[in-house]
């Protein structure tokens, strides 16, 4: 990407300013100049940082920060508790990985499980089924 020197000027015209009949922005009186430190002061007028693989999320009018949302290769998880990618995935046992508040749901044949997890690596399960 080309450099463009910091004293270089830019020069901007009013939207209602016939520029093909005119002649050239200096010439004309409804004309505006400004430096490139100007322009490149107003683009990073946004602050803050973020983290690789995190949504943003702007704290304010003009600061972008972390939000509680992660995208990774296997899904998208939410506070760290609800990984998308694992919904659908039935833990494998009552002992299984897992952190508190990981809701999971599996489904067999018309009826299923909702699986949560109360503590570190201890899930407990719900039968789905239909009534009258």
């Not at 209602?16 to 400004?34: H, I």
């Not at 107003?42 to 983290?51: L, M």
Request: glycine fraction near 10%; aromatic fraction near 6%; hydrophobic fraction near 35%.
């Amino acid at each position: 990407m080309p450099t463009i020197p910091s004293g270089q000027k830019f020069h901007t015209l009013s939207s209602t300013v016939d520029t093909v009949e005119r002649g050239s922005a200096q010439t004309n009186s409804e004309s505006a100049v400004f430096t490139m430190q100007e322009i490149t002061d107003t683009i990073n007028a946004i602050d803050g940082s973020g983290t690789v693989n995190k949504i943003p999320l702007w704290s304010d009018t003009d600061t972008i920060t972390d939000s509680i949302i992660t995208q990774g290769a296997g899904g998208v998880t939410v506070g760290g508790t609800i990984n998308i990618a694992d919904l659908n995935t039935a833990p494998g046992s009552a002992t299984a990985l897992g952190l508190p508040g990981e809701i999971r749901f599996s489904e067999a044949e018309s009826r299923g499980y909702i699986y949560l997890c109360i503590a570190d690596n201890t899930w407990v399960r719900a039968l789905l089924d239909t009534w009258e």
